[in-house]
């Protein structure tokens, strides 16, 4: 028998919400696996793309046996207990239902044998690189790029954030052919692999990477990433990440300056007339000027002007949806904008921010 709070469980159990799919063709994948952990209770999942592995506070008796239940419905079940509640969780004589008891509540769960169970293959004979990142550096950078992962299935290497060396660290990098967001990520150990972690992967991360260190290790195929009572081992994207840095413009292009407190609300109103067939706003800097304009023959135009500083003199046109994108993770501070021509990419940073921090968006007609 397992005896838990419903605190712990219910914290174990926000992984699966990122794994485990409710509907799964095969029905073990749609379940959570429970077994005997070295400190206690352990907690199994995967989609057979990512696993999941992770410690419960609980006390097992010396009859427990290894099971698994569906885990949204354990889930969903946990989460309407009363906070506080203990639980109670055992196997039947025929050790084909899981009975789950709290106070004068009792549920009975189908079970499916552990050992039905996918489980990654180890890779530590591979020996694969490993190196170590703060858990809070981590998920700075992957936020700060994820919103640039591509969603077309066509070109899959685009499809998850690539990390590779570089600056003394990791440099963390997602593009979908229109914006391209790259992060400076601090590392310590061995030079970090060159890897493509897949959307989903960067999802589950996103929600439980936590502040103190992280162990990295990878190989071409597998990544795992150990951080406290909880290790996530993941297939990478078999691809080849573009060479991006053709896109990004070497320094010295002439560039404005701009208050992101100043320009996003500005944006903001003029993009209001849109549509979505064509979210274009031209952005014309002349004249210590940045005029920002719309016109939607279906609904009218818009027109705004920011003060600006710098040399850069030029009318071009941006999808404000990416604009917008790319100002929510530069912070509300000075940016700079950089860029040859109507037609060149352009570069926006964070002022003061490390040298390797660019996000970089493609213009289109207006």
């Known amino acids: 028998m397992i005896t838990a709070s419903k605190s712990a469980l219910a914290t174990a159990l926000r992984v699966r919400k990122k794994i485990v799919e409710s509907r799964n063709t095969i029905p073990i994948l749609s379940n959570v696996g429970f077994d005997r952990g070295p400190s ?91 190196c170590t990142a703060s858990g809070s550096g981590l998920k700075a950078a992957l936020t700060s790029v994820a919103f640039a992962i591509s969603t077309e299935e066509t070109r899959y290497y685009l499809n998850g954030v690539y990390i590779h060396p570089g600056a003394g660290g990791a440099l963390v990098v997602a593009t979908d052919g229109h914006r391209l967001a790259k992060r400076w990520l601090r590392i310590e150990g061995a030079s970090p692999p060159s890897v493509i972690l897949p959307r989903k992967l960067v999802a589950v991360l996103l929600s439980h990477l936590p502040d103190g260190d992280v162990t990295l290790e990878a190989t071409d195929s597998r990544i795992a990433i150990t951080m406290p009572g909880l290790r996530i081992v993941s297939k990478l994207i078999d691809g080849t990440f573009p060479d991006y840095t053709k896109v990004i413009p070497q320094p010295g292009a002439p560039q404005a300056e701009f208050e992101a407190k100043a320009i996003k609300p500005a944006l903001e109103r003029v993009t209001v007339v849109s549509s979505d067939r064509g979210r274009a706003v031209k952005f014309k800097f002349s004249d210590g000027q940045l005029q920002l304009s719309v016109n939607n023959p279906d609904a009218g135009s818009a027109e705004e002007t920011i003060a600006v500083e710098g040399s850069l003199e030029v009318e071009a046109g941006f999808n404000g949806k990416y604009v917008l994108d790319a100002l929510t993770h530069l912070g509300d501070g000075p940016l700079t904008l950089a860029m040859e021509t109507a037609g060149s990419p352009a570069i926006l940073r964070a002022d003061g921010d490390h040298e390797e921090n660019l996000i970089v968006l493609m213009p289109m007609r207006v």
Not at 63 to 81: C, M, N, Q, S, Y
Not at 102 to 114: A, E, H, M, N, Y
Request: overall charge negative; hydrophobic content about 40%.
């Open 40 to 130: 206690g209770l352990q907690l199994r999942m995967t989609d057979l793309d990512i696993e999941a592995t992770l410690d419960c506070p609980a006390d097992l008796d010396m009859e427990f046996h290894p099971f698994t239940v569906p885990a949204a419905l354990l889930d969903d079940i946990i989460g309407k207990l009363p906070d506080g509640a203990q639980v109670k969780i055992k196997l039947d004589a025929g050790k084909t239902q899981a009975i789950v008891s709290s106070g004068r509540s009792r549920f009975q769960l189908q079970v499916l044998p552990l050992d039905d169970l996918p489980i990654m293959p180890d890779f530590t004979a591979d020996k694969p690189t490993r």
